[in-house]
Nanobody
Framework: QVQLVESGGGLVQAGGSLRLSCVDS????????MGWFRQAPGKEREFVGG????????VYADSVKGRFTISRDNAKTTLYLQMNSLKPEDTAVYYC???????????????????WGQGTQVTVSS
């Protein structure tokens, strides 16, 4: 079974940086794509960024483009989200997710992902 686990969340000052990690029990990920989503209190879960696993191509939400970077380790066992120039509005629970197959809608829809982690809290203070 797939069991995604996020780590690296915490409290950071505005303008600071944080790197989140996501692993599946130390195994290599197997699927079409992986994504990062976030959810703030009272708001819908929103797309942050994603990576097509085999090709390594990435896409980002406009709100984070230029500040956040998705990457993977060489062994393809870990997914990362590097967050720079953090803003208070980035405060949310961040989730990693795995999509097993390609979607005609791309990487941005929550319904297109088959497995989810439990999330890690990111809080950006002003």
């Amino acid at each position: 079974q797939v069991q995604l686990v996020e780590s690296g969340g915490g409290l950071v000052q505005a303008g600071g940086s944080l790197r989140l990690s996501c692993v599946d029990s130390g195994r290599t990920f197997s699927g079409y794509a992986m994504g990062w989503f976030r959810q703030a209190p009272g708001k819908e879960r929103e797309f942050v960024g994603g990576i097509r696993w085999s090709a390594g191509s990435t896409v980002y939400a406009d709100s984070v483009k230029g500040r956040f970077t998705i990457s993977r380790d060489n062994a393809k066992t870990t997914l990362y989200l590097q967050m720079n120039s953090l803003k208070p509005e980035d405060t949310a629970v961040y989730y990693c997710a795995l999509a097993l197959s390609r979607s005609p809608f791309g990487l941005v829809r929550t319904d297109d992902y088959d497995y989810w982690g439990q999330g890690t809290q990111v809080t950006v203070s002003s």
